[in-house]
């Protein structure tokens, strides 16, 4: 159930509530600015549980050199999710914050232990598998080819910066994604399919299925395990 899509009687005591949190930044340029916030909702929306709007702004400075690029910051997103979670817990009894977006976990780990705090039953949950790479990659470009094919440039798909993000993080910290990416490519998205990237949503909405359904919080962090 999308609560977008129906009246209020229809969101009485919801059990959970998911509301997908993605950004709008660059993905190199082949993918479109809103592929995280896309993975989110896709990943939300085929678990079977009701779904809220997704909030598609979140923290990007790394990538604000690129023009298109929209952050809000991390303060500013835990501040959102905070006041988001204390209003959705009126009508649900859990809330779990379905995360697209790597640079958005400060926040989530910030605002997800405040509300679990003040009595309200919320967690997040990152849309991740193991082995992808960091950035507009292989990884993304299949799930956006499984996803949105249409909204893929496959002839602009080049190698990026295939280095290990550990080895990159120092001078994205102290500049932006640029300054180790001209195109803002992380990894290699050639050769990604669509095929691949099916697997990999299912993949990520199974394990959200089956940590929602678990319900296991490590409460240092607010992530679901």
């Known amino acids: 159930m999308d609560i977008a899509q129906v009246p209020w ?3 009485e005591d919801v059990p959970v509530l998911l509301v997908p949190v993605g950004a709008t930044e660059q993905h190199g340029p082949h993918l479109p ?3 995280d916030t896309a993975i989110a909702a896709a990943v939300a929306g085929r678990s079977g549980l009701p779904v809220a709007p997704a909030l598609p702004y979140g923290a990007s400075g790394e990538h604000e050199t690129f023009p ?15 006041e988001l979670g204390r209003s959705a817990c009126r009508f649900a009894r859990r809330l779990v914050l379905v995360n697209g977006h790597g640079g958005n976990v400060a926040a989530l780990r910030a605002a997800v232990p405040m509300l679990r705090a003040e009595g309200r039953d919320v967690a997040w949950f990152p849309c991740s598998v193991p082995g992808a790479d960091a950035h507009a990659g292989r990884h993304e470009t299949a799930v956006m080819l499984a996803l949105a094919p249409d909204r893929v440039r496959e002839d602009l798909a ?3 910066n ?5 080895e990159l993080l120092p001078t994205i910290a102290a500049g932006s994604v640029r300054d180790v990416s001209p195109s803002g490519v992380l990894g290699d998205p ?17 394990g959200l299925v089956t940590a929602v359904g678990r319900w296991s919080v490590d409460e240092a962090s607010g992530r679901l395990t």
């Open 33 to 35: 600015l809103g592929t």
């Open 9 to 11: 009687p229809e969101c």
């Open 158 to 160: 080049a190698p990026g």
């Open 68 to 82: 298109g690029t929209v952050s809000i910051g991390t303060e500013t997103l835990a501040a959102v999710i905070v």
């Open 190 to 206: 050639t050769g990604a399919t669509g095929g691949e990237g099916a697997e990999t949503v299912s993949v990520m909405v199974a």
């Open 162 to 166: 295939t280095a290990p993000l550990r």
